[in-house]
Each structure stands twice: as C-alpha cells, then as structure tokens.
C-alpha cells in the first residue's frame, strides 16, 4: 500500500528556517529595508561607475559658464568656477562612502571589544573601562574630532580613526548590556566549568548571540558618521580640495545663497539627506526583521 504524499504548509516552512534564514526573508519582505537598501546601493554605484555616465569632468572648470542655472544642458547648474554640479553630485559619494563605512567598521570592532570586556568582567575592569567612556562621551563629537585633527592633520585616514573612535564607547555601551544579560546563561557557566579562557567564552561563546544589537546599532552609527563626515568636510577639516564631496562642495558655495545661486547647495544637500535616510530606513529594517 502506497504511502499519502503530505504537503507542508507555509508555516511549517518557517519553523524549518534556520534563524538567519528567517532574518533574511523577513527583510525581503520589509518595504523600509528594500526602499533604503535602494537608495543606498544607488549611491554605491553611483561611487562605483559615477564616472563612467556623467556628462562632464566634475573636476573641470569653465568659467564662463559659471554659475549657470540649472537647464537640458547643466541639470543641477553650474558652481561659482563652472564645473557642473550633477557630474561632482554623483561622483560626490565615493569619499564620504569611504571614509563613514570604514569609521564605522572600525567604531564596531572597538566597541564591541570594549563591550565584550565590560560586561564580561564586571567589578573594577567594568567600573574603570565605563567610566573612562562616559567622559570620553561627554564631549561631543566634532569638538574630539577637531582636536585630533588639528593635532594629527587632515587626512582621511585620520578621520577614518577620529570618528570610529568617537562612536566606540556608544557601541561599547550597548553590548556592555547584552552581555551582562547573557552573561547569567547557562552555557557561559558551562563554558567556564570547561575551564575555557575568558577570550574564549567572550569571543566564541558570548559574542555569536549579541550580534542581533551589534548589527542594529552599527547601522545606526553608519548614518551618524555620513553626517559627522560631512560635517567635518563643510568645516574645512574632512575632506580637501578638489575632491567633490558633498560637504565640501557645500562649504565652497554656500556664500552664493544670498546671491540666489540657490542650486550650487541644494543638491548636495539633497544627496547627503538621502543617503542618511536610505541608511536609516535600513537600520530601522533590520531592527524589525531581528526583532520580529
């Protein structure tokens, strides 16, 4: 006698995924994920391949046609030396999509180390370490990154460094407190009746399960450090000349405002807003899909 063929519903489905699997399938299906991977990727490519398609040399000047309005030959206008705003827009994001994912990058590893001792520890390395932190968060970031870069000089690398360490001790801090929470588990105590190395339990054993909020809060921090970026490249301090980073190219023109030559600002500014948005929307994805 043949057996009957079942058929699995969608819901035994979902109980058979895997955790990541879940994960990935409920930002598939998360419209705030897709609309900001979207808005991301495309200023990715546009860092990419930006200077393949646009219709002129964004670092070339024409004078004379300087400050022309936007029109079928200039879409964005021209800045005050002529070089055509749509052109230094579009390759505009292949610095600031540097220098903010690699702060970033670098803010998530020290901070996740520093969390990781904290909340591991406790006691006096806890009390040490997370007081030291709060000072260093006490000041705010562009006062620390104007003092190191005037000390170190104006890099990108040292932006790099000066930005991943100013937002290191707001990533330790959240993973101070998973850890403490998964601290009290029972696998931790059977790891150290292993007689396992603290290194081994904090890295091995601790840190796969606080990935969730090292995830979450490092997409957060991505979108603070385009702004900080951009911040410190309006002030003269992040990236230089002649490069056509948005915050630079703000800085240069901003003067032209009052004159009407409102279209030398506006799209820059609209580009470092949208990538903030896109990466926002992501971290709010993402947020949902580990929460759900």
């Known amino acids: 006698m043949s057996a009957v063929p079942t058929t699995s519903s969608p819901q035994d489905n979902m109980r058979r995924r895997s955790p990541m699997a879940e994960v990935f399938f409920s930002l598939m299906r998360s419209r705030t994920f897709l609309v900001g991977l979207a808005i991301v990727l495309f200023w990715v490519a546009c860092a990419l391949f930006g200077e393949h ?106 932006v790099i460094v000066v930005i991943g360490l100013s937002f290191a001790p707001i990533i330790a801090r959240t993973v101070r407190s998973a850890v403490l929470a998964e601290r009290e588990l029972d696998y931790v105590a059977a790891a150290q009746l292993r007689h396992e190395s603290a290194l081994h339990t904090m890295f091995v054993e601790i840190l796969p399960n606080v990935i969730p909020p090292i995830l979450v809060e490092t997409t957060v921090r991505l979108g603070y450090a385009i702004f900080a970026v951009a911040t410190l490249s309006f002030m003269g301090f992040g990236i230089q000349p002649p490069s056509p980073d948005w915050g630079l190219s703000i800085s240069s023109n901003y003067g032209m405002i009052g004159g009407g030559f409102w279209w030398t600002v506006l799209f820059d500014a609209l580009a470092i807003a949208s990538l903030v948005i896109g990466v926002n929307l992501v971290a709010d994805g993402v947020h949902g899909a580990l929460n759900d």
């Open 53 to 158: 398609f646009t219709p002129y040399d964004p670092l070339a000047d024409d004078i004379i046609n300087a400050l022309a309005p936007p029109s079928s030959e200039h879409w964005f206008g021209t800045d005050q030396i002529g070089r055509d705003v749509f052109s230094r827009v579009i390759v505009g994001s292949r610095d600031i999509l540097t220098v903010a994912p690699l702060a970033t990058l670098l803010a998530t590893v020290a901070g996740t180390a520093l969390g990781l001792l904290t909340g591991y520890f406790r006691g006096i390395v806890d009390d040490v370490v997370s007081r030291i932190l709060e000072a260093f968060m006490a000041i705010p970031v562009v006062i620390v990154a104007l003092l190191a870069i005037v000390a170190l000089g104006t890099s990108k690398a040292t």
